[in-house]
Nanobody, 115 residues
């Protein structure tokens, strides 16, 4: 069984930074894709950034140049460094693991950008 545990959310002022972490545990193939999605109130869940076990990345246009996704394969952990945060970045951020045609989600962590 696979479990994902996120941490690092919180309240930050516009222009500030936060770093999210997501640790995956369980029986996980070394070949996988991990990523971050977010869902704002009244909106659909959307992709923020993903990274493969080989290091290839993909970002939503809205976060390019501000957010950086990275991972430590030995720890099955993915990070999201968020800089220059805007109020429109406010959402619940979810970690996702895709492995062997299966998908797993974390419980989500709230990020609020407000003055």
């Amino acid at each position: 069984q696979v479990h994902l545990v996120e941490s690092g959310g919180g309240l930050v002022q516009p222009g500030g930074s936060l770093r999210l972490s997501c640790a995956a545990s369980g029986s996980i193939s070394s070949i996988n894709v991990m990523g971050w999605y977010r869902q704002a109130p009244g909106k659909q869940r959307e992709l923020v950034a993903v990274i493969s076990s080989g290091g290839s990345t993909n970002y939503a246009d809205s976060v390019k140049g501000r957010f950086t996704i990275s991972r430590e394969n030995a720890k099955n952990t993915v990070y999201l460094q968020m800089n220059s945060l805007k109020p429109e970045d406010t959402a619940v951020y979810y970690c996702k693991l895709n492995v062997l045609r299966l998908s797993y989600w974390g419980q989500g962590t709230q990020v609020t950008v407000s003055s």
